[in-house]
C-alpha cells in the first residue's frame, strides 16, 4: 500500500536547524508534486513549502521563507524540508503530502487540495 513516512523532526534550540526527510513507499515520488505542511498545537494545519516534479518550482509560507529550503532526491524516492533557524513558533507536527504532477504547487500549497497521500507527520518541537 502506498505510503509516505516521515523523520527527522525532535527537539531543538531556537536558532537551531532540522533536516525533515519524507520517503515513499509503493509509488515513485518523481511523478507526485510534494507538499509539507504543519499544525502547530491547538491551531489548523497550514502550508509550509511546496515542490513541483514537473520543474522544481518550489512555494513558500511567508513565515518561513528565508529559513526553510525544500528539496527532494527522486533517486532515493523521498523528499526534504531543511529547516533553518528556528523558531518557537515553528513548533508543530510535521506532515508531507504527495499529489499527481498536475497539481501545482500554488493550489496544494494554498488550498491542500489535490493530495493523494498523506505521511502521519513527525513532531518538532523549538524550545530553550
Known amino acids: 500500500q502506498p505510503q509516505l513516512v516521515e523523520s527527522g523532526g525532535g527537539l531543538v534550540q531556537p536558532g537551531g536547524s532540522l533536516r525533515l526527510s519524507c520517503e515513499a513507499s509503493?509509488?515513485?515520488?518523481?511523478?507526485?508534486?510534494i507538499g509539507w505542511f504543519r499544525q502547530p498545537p491547538g491551531r489548523e494545519r497550514e502550508e509550509v513549502s511546496c515542490?513541483?516534479?514537473?520543474?522544481?518550482?518550489?512555494y513558500y509560507a511567508d513565515s518561513v521563507k528565508g529559513r526553510f529550503t525544500i528539496s527532494r532526491d527522486n533517486a532515493k524516492n523521498t523528499a526534504y524540508l531543511q529547516m533553518d533557524s528556528l523558531k518557537p513558533e515553528d513548533t508543530a507536527v510535521y506532515y508531507c503530502?504527495?499529489?499527481?504532477?498536475?497539481?501545482?504547487?500554488?493550489?496544494?500549497?494554498?488550498?491542500?487540495?489535490?493530495?493523494?497521500?498523506w505521511g502521519k507527520g513527525t513532531l518538532v518541537t523549538v524550545s530553550s
Open positions: 503530502a504527495a499529489g499527481p504532477n498536475y497539481v501545482t504547487v500554488q493550489k496544494m500549497c494554498t488550498t491542500s487540495t489535490g493530495v493523494d497521500f
Open positions: 515542490i513541483s516534479s514537473n520543474d522544481g518550482s518550489t
Open positions: 509503493w509509488f515513485s515520488l518523481d511523478l507526485y508534486t
